[in-house]
């Protein structure tokens, strides 16, 4: 089984230690102690967890695009025809290319709140090495 510290908790949910700790203290999210006494949370109650905080942030109806990631716009630079606009979704940056018409039409400019949605045909997925050497923790 895989536990994860508070810390690594925090690092995976994008979200500082303290407010893993408050949640464990509220009882939000179940946590044990390890052998050293640390604090720790089960990678599949973690999982759980992080399924009913996903929910829509923007409350709208379903679609077939599962991957939402609500941030801040960080940075738009617009030509005549296209534009980019970059996003900061917690720890991760999105960058989308777009025209120009659909930046100006969603008011999108830097500090406006964004959610990017996400939908490919091809995703690749990758086991980190550091979390895997020595942040997870494994028992038999």
Request: aromatic letters at 2%; zero cysteines; a neutral charge.
């Amino acid at each position: 089984m895989t536990v994860f510290r508070m810390s690594e908790a925090a690092e995976l949910l994008g979200v500082s230690v303290d407010t893993v700790r408050r949640w464990v203290d509220a009882g939000r999210l179940a946590a044990s102690r390890d052998e050293q006494g640390h604090r720790v949370v089960d990678g599949v109650v973690l999982a759980a967890f992080v399924r009913t905080q996903s929910a829509d942030p923007e409350g709208r109806e379903e679609s077939s695009a599962r991957n939402r990631l609500r941030g801040i716009v960080t940075s738009v630079i617009k030509d005549a025809v296209m534009a980019q606009v970059d996003i900061q979704a917690g720890p991760f940056r999105v960058v989308s290319l777009m025209s120009r018409e659909a930046v100006d039409e969603l008011g999108l400019e830097v500090g406006t709140v964004a959610v990017a949605v996400i939908k490919s045909t091809n995703v690749v997925v990758e086991k980190p090495t550091v979390i895997a050497a020595s942040r997870g923790r494994s028992s038999s």
